[in-house]
């Protein structure tokens, strides 16, 4: 009977969907050693983008290199859209797909590419092998067990973790927010901004740029953080910690900053939040938004793998929240009204206001 059952076109598929489970580790590893190399700026090459062989890559980056190895990385992570494979009778070329692009250094020296290598910095690593220990006891994250600190707080202590941290979430937010700005217009009538966890800046200039208005912004992070952002033309970098209190404003901005925490977490920063608006201000967050439902679609899978992240780096029960569980915490610190802008497939804009 299970002999016959496992024949079945069903179980077949099944088997072969595990299979391709219990191997996914290859694909993030894969990619993050195309980083490494540097491949997607050689390739690039100033915009060329020609097709290449492993071989050719290899002459740009590391002419030592085994071509056969690097061949076999790029021809997997092809069959997940990051390459685009030129198949001929003598050969097999590579070059960027849409997808493979967002790796490519621009003319900031930004990229997705510092992402993909801040998650796979050893650290993180050794957090990974623990995720169940979230289950079996969520006081303390997978990544304070592996490396015995909270994330943060062992980011700002180890300079070339913070640096990449910041490259990273440069690299994610400047493009987020070119799109964010042509999609959302809340910060009508602002002249001060607060921008609460800002790391290097990147937001509060690209808004300033936008909205001439603003005559005055506040970058507010942790200490060593502000410590090494860029100077900004009318932005202070100011060293604090949102758990104490918020640099007041007309308006404050967050990016990415409420997803990390626990919900307890959550309102203590939300409250300093609203003690430090005026009546009417607003709250405007930018954070990801799990949909209701699960399905196997590429956002739905984004934002539920970056949770399983949170889970794992950040908060053991930090969290992406539903658009409902957003709204509940917002009531309880005191803002009654909020609106969700869907402006990115993977931020939402939230607007909390007094
Ligand atoms: C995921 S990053 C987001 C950075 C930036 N908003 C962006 O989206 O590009 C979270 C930020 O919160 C900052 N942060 C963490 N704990 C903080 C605290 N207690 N007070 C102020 N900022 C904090 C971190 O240093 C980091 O820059």
């Given at each position: 009977?299970?002999?016959?059952?496992?024949?079945?076109?069903?179980?077949?598929?099944?088997?072969?969907?595990?299979?391709?489970?219990?191997?996914?580790?290859?694909?993030?590893?894969?990619?993050?050693?195309?980083?490494?190399?540097?491949?997607?700026?050689?390739?690039?090459?100033?915009?060329?983008?020609?097709?290449?062989?492993?071989?050719?890559?290899?002459?740009?980056?590391?002419?030592?290199?085994?071509?056969?190895?690097?061949?076999?990385?790029?021809?997997?992570?092809?069959?997940?859209?990051?390459?685009?494979?030129?198949?001929?009778?003598?050969?097999?070329?590579?070059?960027?797909?849409?997808?493979?692009?967002?790796?490519?250094?621009?003319?900031?020296?930004?990229?997705?590419?510092?992402?993909?290598?801040?998650?796979?910095?050893?650290?993180?690593?050794?957090?990974?092998?623990?995720?169940?220990?979230?289950?079996?006891?969520?006081?303390?994250?997978?990544?304070e067990r592996a490396n015995g600190e909270a994330a943060y707080r062992y980011y700002v202590k180890k300079p070339e973790m913070?640096?990449?941290?910041?490259?990273?979430?440069?690299?994610?937010?400047?493009?987020?927010?070119?799109?964010?700005?042509?999609?959302?217009?809340?910060?009508?009538?602002?002249?001060?901004?607060?921008?609460?966890?800002?790391?290097?800046?990147?937001?509060?200039?690209?808004?300033?740029?936008?909205?001439?208005?603003?005559?005055?912004?506040?970058?507010?992070?942790?200490?060593?953080?502000?410590?090494?952002?860029?100077?900004?033309?009318?932005?202070?970098?100011?060293?604090?910690?949102?758990?104490?209190?918020?640099?007041?404003?007309?308006?404050?901005?967050?990016?990415?900053?409420?997803?990390?925490?626990?919900?307890?977490?959550?309102?203590?920063?939300?409250?300093?939040?609203?003690?430090?608006?005026?009546?009417?201000?607003?709250?405007?967050?930018?954070?990801?938004?799990?949909?209701?439902?699960?399905?196997?679609?590429?956002?739905?899978?984004?934002?539920?793998?970056?949770?399983?992240?949170?889970?794992?780096?950040?908060?053991?029960?930090?969290?992406?929240?539903?658009?409902?569980?957003?709204?509940?915490?917002?009531?309880?610190?005191?803002?009654?009204?909020?609106?969700?802008?869907?402006?990115?497939?993977?931020?939402?804009?939230?607007?909390?206001?007094?």
């Amino acid at each position: 009977m299970v002999e016959k059952e496992e024949a079945t076109e069903s179980r077949n598929q099944a088997r072969l969907t595990i299979m391709e489970l219990a191997n996914m580790i290859s694909v993030p590893m894969a990619l993050n050693a195309v980083v490494r190399l540097n491949v997607p700026d050689a390739i690039w090459h100033a915009g060329a983008n020609s097709p290449l062989s492993a071989a050719e890559i290899l002459a740009r980056v590391h002419p030592d290199g085994d071509a056969e190895n690097l061949q076999r990385l790029l021809r997997m992570l092809a069959s997940y859209g990051v390459f685009h494979e030129h198949l001929t009778a003598a050969q097999r070329k590579y070059s960027l797909t849409d997808v493979g692009k967002t790796l490519v250094t621009d003319d900031q020296g930004l990229s997705y590419a510092h992402y993909v290598l801040q998650h796979h910095q050893e650290e993180l690593m050794r957090a990974w092998a623990l995720v169940h220990e979230a289950v079996v006891d969520p006081r303390k994250e997978p990544f304070e067990r592996a490396n015995g600190e909270a994330a943060y707080r062992y980011y700002v202590k180890k300079p070339e973790m913070n640096e990449l941290m910041q490259k990273a979430m440069s690299g994610i937010s400047v493009p987020f927010m070119r799109v964010m700005l042509e999609g959302y217009d809340g910060f009508h009538g602002v002249e001060k901004l607060v921008d609460v966890g800002g790391s290097a800046g990147d937001c509060l200039r690209m808004i300033l740029h936008k909205h001439p208005s603003i005559n005055q912004a506040i970058n507010f992070d942790l200490p060593q953080v502000v410590a090494n952002a860029p100077p900004i033309p009318l932005v202070t970098h100011v060293p604090g910690d949102m758990f104490k209190t918020v640099p007041q404003g007309d308006a404050i901005f967050m990016k990415w900053v409420l997803t990390t925490w626990t919900d307890e977490e959550c309102k203590c920063i939300m409250q300093n939040c609203h003690k430090a608006l005026p009546e009417g201000g607003k709250l405007i967050a930018c954070e990801p938004v799990l949909p209701e439902h699960s399905d196997e679609s590429h956002r739905t899978r984004a934002l539920l793998e970056a949770d399983i992240f949170v889970m794992t780096i950040y908060r053991a029960k930090g969290k992406h929240r539903t658009e409902q569980q957003f709204r509940q915490l917002a009531l309880s610190v005191g803002f009654p009204h909020f609106r969700a802008f869907h402006v990115d497939h993977f931020y939402t804009v939230l607007e909390f206001q007094k």
